[in-house]
């Protein structure tokens, strides 16, 4: 009965709520471990686009069970924005979403503290107060979901968070944070909350003994990592795989411990700020952006564009510990003459592998380029990988050769039929094949 993680790995973006989508049918469980309503999800089903940034893909499932873990920050005014947005559109999520009570709250303080530091410029944030929210967190002075079982110890708790944060406003000659405004906010999400709050470790290890099946959806990508990503221009929580344990109270033993698939795009998108070696601001990064619509789903900006780069990959995939690949939006490609891939760079006069964590200002770092073959043909309607031209067929044995792991699926375009799975464990795959 073994669980699955799915993890982007690289700057988020990599198509990973479809996927999610696709993967849930024979999963019961799909849980969230980290971020918060900074991550967008596009799903598209039938003729219906659906647009998730905090609640897990698997909700447009009727028969799905969601988790918030106690990883993710939850802004409850995104939370209940997000439900009511669901319900209208006919899905109906009251019994079937449930949320760490010992997850900490996202709350106005937070984005406003973002917007006054600069973060949002510097860093090329989503202004949706995460960072802030996860220093609370780290600092032991959050307000949890538990916190709003008891209304006094919820005021005392907002007080003494507000109270911090006011040495600084003041020290920046901005207006005080008047606690009951804080208070106020809280409490018209309470009910909403505690509705939906439960003690993840008994809750979540319940059903695994009656052999319940999770899926674990990450959100951002590995190189967005506070720790292993491209810092300081990462998010504030570990986005790797390995964040499940901590950000669900899962670990996993030697028959349940995920599966780990990793979803990488193509080309690489990032958005914000900070390095991006591959990355192409000419005419092949326009090309990508209009054929890969690479616009965000959160902050509708439009994303940075550039090649795929395999150092990155590498370092990524053994971070998470990644199993197999799934490879997306390769349509995108479809129409160029030549396709560049990343395979090293040239640093300090030397031919590199890795990305160092310092690079000086006046030490440029250069990609160095494998060229291959573009395929110039549609690919969207292609059965299987034999279908595919010789030339996209290179690309993906590349890829794999250079990576040492197997490209298990392929996603040709948006919708849940523009699929091709080519080599998926069975364990995973289930009854897919009954769904297209
Ligand atoms: P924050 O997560 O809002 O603190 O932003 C930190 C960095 O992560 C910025 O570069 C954001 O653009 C990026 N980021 C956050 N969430 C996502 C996402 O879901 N996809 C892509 N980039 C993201």
Redesign the pocket.
């Known amino acids: 009965m073994q669980h699955l993680t799915i993890s982007g790995l690289q700057?988020?973006?990599e198509g990973k709520g479809k996927i999610v989508d696709i993967l849930a049918e024979n999963y019961d469980v799909i849980i969230r471990f980290q971020g918060g309503h900074?991550?967008?999800h596009t799903l598209v089903i039938g003729d219906k686009v659906f647009k998730l940034s905090l609640l897990p893909s698997g909700i447009v499932r009727a028969d799905k069970l969601c988790v918030i873990g106690n990883g993710v920050v939850i802004n409850p005014e995104a939370l209940h924005k997000e439900i009511t947005t669901l319900q209208a559109g006919g899905i109906d999520i009251n019994e079937r979403l449930k949320i760490a009570d010992n997850a900490a709250l996202i709350l106005p303080i937070h984005s406003h503290i973002e917007t006054l530091r600069g973060q949002v410029q510097k860093?090329?944030?989503?202004a949706?107060g995460?960072?802030p929210a996860y220093e609370d967190k780290i600092a032991r002075r959050a307000i949890r979901i538990c916190d709003l079982y008891d209304k006094t110890h919820l005021k005392q708790q907002i007080t003494v968070l507000t109270d911090y944060h006011n040495i600084w406003l003041k020290g920046m000659d901005e207006p005080p944070i008047n606690p009951q405004d804080m208070i106020d906010f809280t409490m018209q999400y309470r009910d909403l909350l505690l509705r939906h709050a439960v003690p993840i470790v008994p809750f979540l290890h319940n059903l695994a003994a009656q052999n319940k099946r999770f899926l674990f959806e990450g959100?951002?990508g590995a190189l967005?990592d506070i720790d292993h990503g491209t810092y300081p221009?990462?998010?504030?929580s570990n986005t790797i795989a390995g964040a499940v344990a901590a950000g669900s109270g899962v670990g996993g033993n030697a028959d349940t411990h995920p599966f780990k698939l990793g979803i990488i795009k193509a080309y690489c998108t990032r958005?914000?700020?900070?390095i991006f070696p591959s990355e192409d601001d000419g005419e092949a990064g326009d090309i990508l952006a209009e054929n890969g619509a690479e616009f965000g789903t959160?902050t509708g900006r439009k994303r940075r564009c550039g090649w795929l780069d395999l150092p990155l990959l590498r370092h990524t995939i053994n971070i998470s510990g990644i199993d197999g690949l799934l490879l997306t939006k390769l349509d995108v490609l479809d129409t160029f003459e030549t396709i560049n891939i990343c395979t090293h760079y040239q640093y300090q006069g030397e031919k590199i592998d890795y990305l160092p964590n310092f690079i000086p200002d006046n030490e440029p770092l250069t990609p160095i380029y494998h060229q291959m073959q573009g395929w110039q043909t549609q690919l969207r309607g292609a059965k299987s990988i034999s279908d595919f031209p010789q030339q996209a067929r290179d690309f993906i044995d590349f890829i794999e050769t250079q990576i040492q792991l197997k490209i298990m699926m392929v996603s040709t375009g948006p919708d849940r039929a523009d699929i091709i799975i080519s080599d998926l464990p069975d364990f995973i795959l289930g009854d897919y094949s009954n769904q297209t």
Not at 123 to 126: F, L, V
Not at 233 to 236: I, L, N, R
């Open positions: 700057w988020g973006d900074n991550a967008g860093i090329g944030t989503t949706r995460i960072g959100a951002q967005l221009f990462v998010t504030s958005v914000g700020n900070g959160v």
